[in-house]
């Protein structure tokens, strides 16, 4: 049996404490009181298991190494396992009797599980039940049978857990297994398809059990990541087993992920063989995100005291700002600190790139950007976001703020102060200047010193930065006797400064060593000799990227001047189209933006199918001087201004194709910070052209984008020159939109009317106008509770859409419709149209679109004929497994349907999905999920249902007719004083409170019924 984890958790605290020589009182002074002598007690005893980053503060308090950190981290996390069945980190159930004895040392784990065996328990239970004892036997045999010992059957999603003292037994064991399993007959209903994951790591018994379960969580991580049918396997396996397979099998390299709950991102290998399908959809992403640090694409050298004590001082502080000259690495640094402590944070690390913003009131927006989160009405976004992270235990990592110390400064003492467990890390040239500011300042990389010898030299930070770079763009170079002093007269000129030993070092395929030591000598003879600080460094780093442009040709140095006016990157096709033309032939834009990447001045990073093309924040302000200094600014950011714009109406217009690829939600993510500085651009500068194409582009349903951006539309709409402009009816009704999902409903109204009024106006309406008003009153009616109105609307909508020729439009709205129908408690009325929908749908033939239609049918069919609907909900879910995106319009539709079939474990995984996807959508929205919950609890939980109904009620104004019957049902359980009162509850309860405590109640109420049906 295992030990009682939080115990052991505990037990390791103290070690660590006592072995430092440290007490209680003492510790507790280390962290400047952000916990109490009773805590750190109940800790170390056992009784009181931390939030993890309160451990994550004891550890840095404690100054912890990164060995013992891992440790305690392994203890938390088994603990997670074992305290709640929320965590899909540990299997469980010890297999009883078998008795042999547990590899120790260097062991492979070997986990799998089944996919989709909740589905198959509520489907089919007893084809499931014969199924899996004869999975159980065939993998239980297969694995002894090459050595391994079964250690748990029967855990997470029915899963096996196995250790083999042989990496090549294991892995050629899961190979095995695949291939039986294909092979094998199962009971009609029940082709079970299995995941596996395979990791090696340094495993201790004791107690007959594993003493550390670092290796086994990993482990479990890889496995969740995997397809049924797919073998996962770790870099640490592949190191071990890979070349010595034989039978057939092979190792493909899936490339770098970060999967949740590990610092580093792991490399991942999948097992190959003839017998066995190659082809399977993208690795199972975390359903919950844990941030969004880039995964860097270049090796990280050195920093280990630096990375200390930003590790250090994130334990004390709770505003962490990395200091330093431009190109000296803060960045960098920061994202490897961010990455490293994010497992300590429950809602991960994120990363707000600042130096897009120009402009002081855009640095919460750029934030909030980040998590999605927009404004209601008659809030500022810095509110908005203070509310969205106040009960998260979360790094913000805020990057470049040296531009906007004020505004940043505000924000990160505004968010610190109403967020207790938010913890900031900037990057600036110069401290924030905020009370509690913990500073870390970034030097450059280490040099070799005077007279140093061959093995100090290539140890020295600066060159193995300047060796692994030129062996990068020149495969087998290396610091050698022969050319070792010249590389440190180059990394000692260049001050250690990585960003210039980058650029020095991508000249190395034209230049050896002594060569660039001579020119550089040369070019820097203007420096003065013998100044050193940030200054001297910012000099340095001036010239070298100076000396670096000198060296382009005309066309790169152009190009590289005019990339300056992107925000956040750009693909391949939107730096032709803005930069192409004048000077640079577009034809020929590629060749120098691959120039421009070997020679380090742009950053090339992989981002789902596309390259994104990026300069570093020190080059982008280069080449905004030289844009400037040419006075050509304005002129190439109102191309890439007007170029963003049409690049949003073709997204619209594709938005539909069957082609997965230009898949809007995934392209429009990308672009945000293009999107946002367009729109900024446009207004700022009068442009009302622009800025109008740009509203337009959302129109009639920017719901369908995911609220992926939510533009104060306003702001155009009193430029001089609108009234008259002929843009102005659609530009209006779509700024109507904007504020109905905001629940501004006078501000929403307001403008319908306008965009009417200027419609009629014009003498031939437009009629996209009036479909958009439509879609606008749609959602303001929705939010009064009005459903037959907004129903009526919808339908409207889809009228003048299916007119109008757009079928895709017509086919979501009446979706909507339906859906709007069904609200009102009125499922016959919605029939026809949920059928006209799906058919349209199918017209259009995009497969987006007929998960939706789907939906529409099912949700309507789901009271008189509960066959159909859940054939219609299994197609739908299918569409959009394989589409890789579940809209969160989708996800309502989805659940709801599994509710009205009596789909209690349906309702409640799905209902889990939907919250999660609208947790920074809009309330009203979210209102329908938790009435839907609390429909799915009522029996079973009344008290749970009650103070989800009170949660609910905030957020809509008038709730959907069929909740009466539910508040019936909790009454009559309860009584209707305790009723109102956990109704009361519920109504207190914050954004995040009412989410958390819904996800809790529905989770533990699905586990209770999987028990209960397979005890
Ligand atoms: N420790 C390191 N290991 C490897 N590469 C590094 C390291 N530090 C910095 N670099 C590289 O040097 C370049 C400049 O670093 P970075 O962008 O982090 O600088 P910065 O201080 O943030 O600059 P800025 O002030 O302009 O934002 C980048 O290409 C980065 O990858
Ligand atoms: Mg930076």
Known sequence: MQADPPEELGSLVRSFRERRGLTQESLVSRMAGAVTVETVSNIERGRTRPRRHTLGRLAAALGLGSAERD??????????AVAGPAS?????????????ELPAGTVTFLLTGIEGSSWLWETAPEAMEAALEQHDRLLCAVIEGHGGVVVTSRGEGEGVFAAFASAVAAVQAAGACQLRLQGAEWPAGAALRVRMGLHTGEAQVRDGDYASRAPVSRCARVTAAAHGGQVLVTQATRDLAGGRLGGGFGLQRLGEFRLPGLAEPELVYQLTHAGLPAEFPPLVTPAERTGNLPVPVSSFIGRASELERAWAALGQ????????????????????????????????????????????????????AVFGVTAQAGQGTGEALAEFLRGKELLLVLDNCEHLLEAAAALATGLARSCPRLVILATSREALGVDGERLVPVPPLGVPGAGAGLDAIVAAEAVRLFAERAAAVKPGFQVTAQNAAAVTTVCRRLDGVPLAIELAAARVPAMTPAELARRLERSFAVLAAGRRGAVAHHQTLRATIDWSFQLLTEPEQVLLARLAVFAGGATLEAAEAVCGGDGIDPDAVFESLASLVARSL???????????????????????????????TDRWRARH????????H?????????????????????EQDNLLAAWSWATGTGDVGT???????????????GYLLILPGEAALGLPGAAGHPGYPLAAAVSAVFASNRADVTGAEELCRRAADANAGTGTPDWRVEETICMARQNIATTRGAFADAARLAGQAAGIARAGGDLADASLELSTAVSSHVLASDAPAAVPLANEALALARKAGAPGLIATGLLAVGLAVAETDPGQARACLRESLELSTALGHHSAYDLLFATGIAFLIGD????????????????RGSGLRMAFVFYIIAGALAGTRPEAAAIILGAAETYAAEPPRATQLITLIVTEALGEERARDLRGRGAEMDWDQAVAYTLAQATQALSELQAATHP
């Open 602 to 632: 742009v950053v090339a990073e992989e981002r789902g199918p596309r390259t994104r093309y990026r300069l570093l924040e020190t080059i982008r302000q280069y080449g905004e001087q030289r844009l400037e200094a040419a006075g050509e």
């Open 641 to 648: 201004a007007s170029y963003y714009a049409g690049f949003l």
């Open 71 to 80: 440790a305690l981290w392994a203890a938390w996390a088994a603990g997670a």
């Open 650 to 670: 073709q997204v619209r217009d594709h938005a539909h194709d069957p082609d997965p690829e230009v898949f809007w939600a995934v392209r429009l993510s990308a």
């Open 317 to 368: 502080g709770r505003v962490v700002t990395l200091t330093g000259p431009g190109g000296v690495g803060k960045t960098r640094l920061a994202v490897q600190a961010a990455a490293q402590v994010a497992p300590w944070f429950g809602d991960g690390a994120w990363l707000a790139e600042l130096a897009p913003v120009r402009d002081p009131a855009g640095v919460a927006d750029a934030v909030a």
């Open 88 to 100: 899909r980190a540990l299997p469980a159930a010890p297999l009883a009797g078998r008795g042999a």
């Open 904 to 919: 209690q474990a349906a309702t409640l995984e799905l209902g889990r999905r939907a919250i999660r996807s609208h947790q």
């Open 691 to 705: 800025a109008f194409k740009i509203l337009a582009g959302f129109a009639p349903v920017e719901v369908r984008l």
